[in-house]
């Protein structure tokens, strides 16, 4: 990197993803190019720590915990496990990916707590809260709801989140309402405990003119620092969270134990191998945060003051990212506009680099990035496969075919010239957070090397002047070493195959972008290779907006407290479905999927049909064998998360699958009429 020595220790953490929910593409705006940039960092020859972990405290945790009928803990051990199993399938790699609900981080918050007490920027005060007298309880944040004292629109207890989007201290609201019971609540007072916030504003004016990472964070943090800078109450009634020290009665909030996660996940990686994370933490080093802009308050306001107060190491830049659209539209779980990054992407076959490449090149970082299935389908067709898949899969099968190995010759000096400009512009760009224009340059060095090996027409001079064929060939097997170095912090997976296909030693992960400047060693035997990318066809597309326009129309349906609206079909239209009851004879859980199992269905024909069925949230597979159940036969086969499925099993759809029966026991293969 060109702003520091590669001697400092280096540390980049990412936005917690709260454990309450699956993973969805928005999340992925940050974890994608977070883990890019350090793949990026170790080919400069950097060694990084990457740490990131589950946010697990709060108010909406124990919400969703008692919506479910289960316990904060149960909630959070399951979605914990969730983000780090989708992370790895998309080879996002953390060197720590830890809890702050771990009891590392319960001390560490203890000791960063007294540290601001001892210091004096922590101190009691008596406030208004929110009491509901039938629930006998101090309603914290989420579980009240009013009007906002700012701007009088509807708003929740701890933001205005229908209006200007303030955040609101405990005991602001008016006229507060409990959610548990819908009654209306009265303050009362309470001790509770604040952050001198006030106090530095100075310090942060500071800060704020030396520290690194995108605009929009800084910008966003430095209109906040000169309007105003109010104390922070940093407690809670609640039973679950970090206790607040010396009463059993508080927790912390949420925003105090999450970011002290990044200390506690360092210090855990740091134990595990014998090194010191106070060198981190406590020393001179570059703290780098990757985040989406909605908590840019909390990390360039309230997180630096809380490490000031304590004698901590301060961030060196904040790296912020624009938000996701899906289909031009806002991105609305509650609305539809959502892409479930393992039943919409993963369980239906897509290679996890597709979407890493997506996410990186469709527009800058601080950008809003639109997610579409068509945009998707026309990058990896025309990108992917047209231009970076292409040249390397032609130089490598006409060098193969005609050679078997690395010909003979020396590279030119024009090619490793265009090799060390692209890797000059890409660790530039890397620089800069400017990923999209990263990816740019390399496509620029595909394109290069496609046009190179097009206008020597090697298919017609290996006939005329084998040995000029020879040094043609092995230039444009030197710009593959260099488009695999290059590529891989984007495409990993895809790169280490590649870089098989060359035949070259080492892991391609470990190597520098420097590599690529050494010349291809002659003689070295090159394998058969293969496709990289393929083609995504049309029907896949269709068939997966299909899928987003249902769960919108659903959840306009819900909204609107009517059915979806489908389209009217005839009765010949119907005949042509085949629709039969069946027994199931086996059921299994499909590895690597949470929503999917794979049956064997006999439905009246002499082999048992073999279907995929998304009921693995809702079903005991064990439970499922003997039960009949209703299948559409005809159903175009399809591989689904890699197991080829011919049929679909009915269910309704209500908060789960409940399967379509028949109501008495008939002979397998009956058809529904």
């Not at 060197?95 to 922590?122: M, P, Q």
């Not at 605009?215 to 309007?227: G, H, I, L, S």
């Not at 393992?342 to 997610?371: C, I, M, Q, V, W």
């Not at 249902?550 to 489908?566: D, F, G, T, W, Y």
Request: charged share 25%.
């Amino acid at each position: 990197m060109s702003d520091f020595p590669t001697n400092k220790p280096v540390l980049v953490t990412c936005g917690l993803p709260y454990a309450n929910g699956r993973c969805h593409i928005g999340h992925l705006r940050t974890y994608i190019p977070a883990d890019i940039y350090v793949r990026s960092l170790h080919k400069q020859g950097q060694r990084t720590v990457f740490v990131c972990g589950s946010d697990t405290h709060g108010t909406p945790i124990v919400v969703s915990a008692e919506e479910l009928n289960t316990t904060p803990t149960q909630l959070i051990e399951k979605y914990h496990s969730h983000f780090d199993e989708v992370f790895k399938n998309l080879d996002i790699r953390f060197d720590s990916f830890g809890s702050t609900d771990n009891r590392v981080n319960h001390n560490r918050t203890n000791d960063i707590v007294n540290k601001l007490i001892k210091n004096g920027y922590v101190y009691p005060k008596i406030i208004d809260l929110a009491y509901c007298s039938q629930c006998e309880r101090f309603l914290p944040d989420r579980y009240v709801e009013g009007i906002c004292p700012y701007c009088e629109s509807p708003a929740r207890g701890d933001e205005c989140d229908q209006g200007c989007g303030r955040h609101l201290e405990p005991g602001e609201i008016r006229d507060p309402i409990c959610k548990i019971c819908g009654n209306k609540a009265k303050y009362r007072q309470q001790e509770h405990f604040f952050f001198k916030l006030s106090s530095f504003k100075d310090f942060l004016l500071e800060h704020l003119k030396t520290l690194k990472g995108t605009d929009n964070a800084r910008n966003y943090a430095k209109e906040w620092v000169t309007k105003e800078l109010r104390d922070w109450c940093i407690t809670r009634n609640l039973e679950w969270g970090v206790r607040f020290p010396g009463h059993d009665d508080l927790v912390v909030y949420v925003w105090v134990d999450a970011p002290i996660g990044y200390i506690s996940f360092t210090e855990e990686y740091c134990n595990n191998i014998g090194g010191d994370w106070k060198s981190i933490w406590q020393g001179d080093s570059r703290i780098i945060h990757f985040i989406g802009l909605d908590i840019a308050y909390h990390h360039c306001i309230f997180w630096p003051a809380m490490l000031e107060g304590a004698g901590y190491s301060l961030p060196w830049a904040v790296i912020a990212s624009g938000m996701v659209k899906i289909e031009d539209k806002t991105f609305s779980k509650s609305r539809g506009y959502v892409v479930w990054v393992n039943e919409d992407y993963l369980e239906h076959g897509f290679h996890p680099d597709l979407l890493r490449y997506y996410l990186a090149s469709y527009t800058s970082h601080t950008k809003d990035l639109n997610f579409s299935w068509q945009i998707f389908q026309d990058k990896t067709n025309n990108e992917l496969v047209g231009s970076l898949g292409n040249f390397l899969y032609r130089t490598l099968h006409f060098a193969h075919k005609n050679y078997g190995v690395i010909p003979d010759g020396e590279v030119s000096d024009e090619i490793f010239k265009e090799i060390r400009t692209t890797i000059n512009a890409v660790i530039e760009a890397m620089d800069q957070y400017e990923f999209k224009k990263a990816i740019d340059n390399i496509l620029k060095l595909s394109g290069y090397g496609n046009t190179y090996f097009q206008s020597h027409e090697p298919w017609h001079l290996i006939k005329q002047d084998k040995k000029a064929c020879s040094r043609i060939v092995k230039d444009c097997l030197q710009i593959a070493k260099a488009l695999v170095l290059l590529s891989e912090p984007v495409l990993p997976v895809k790169m280490k195959e590649a870089w098989g296909h060359l035949g070259l030693n080492g892991d391609v992960t470990q190597l520098n972008y420097d590599e690529a400047l050494i010349e291809i060693e002659s003689g070295r035997t090159l394998p058969k290779p293969n496709i990289l990318f393929e083609k995504i066809d049309d029907k896949k597309i269709e068939e997966m907006n299909i899928i987003l326009n249902k769960r919108v129309a659903v959840a306009s349906a819900k909204e609107a407290n009517l059915s979806p609206k489908i389209s009217e079909i005839t009765f010949d239209e119907f005949k042509n479905m085949d629709i039969r009851v069946g027994t199931v004879l086996t059921a299994q859980n499909i590895k690597g999927s949470e929503k999917l199992l794979k049956l064997m269905v006999d439905i009246g024909e002499t082999e048992p049909r073999q279907v995929v069925a998304g009921i693995a949230q809702t079903h005991i597979p064990e439970k499922l064998v003997g039960r009949q159940l209703i299948l559409l036969a005809n159903m175009k086969p399809a591989k689904i998360f890699g197991t080829e499925s011919r049929g679909m099993i009915l269910a309704a759809d209500e908060s789960g699958a409940v399967l379509l029966v028949p109501e008495r026991s008939v002979n397998n293969g009956t058809a529904i009429r």
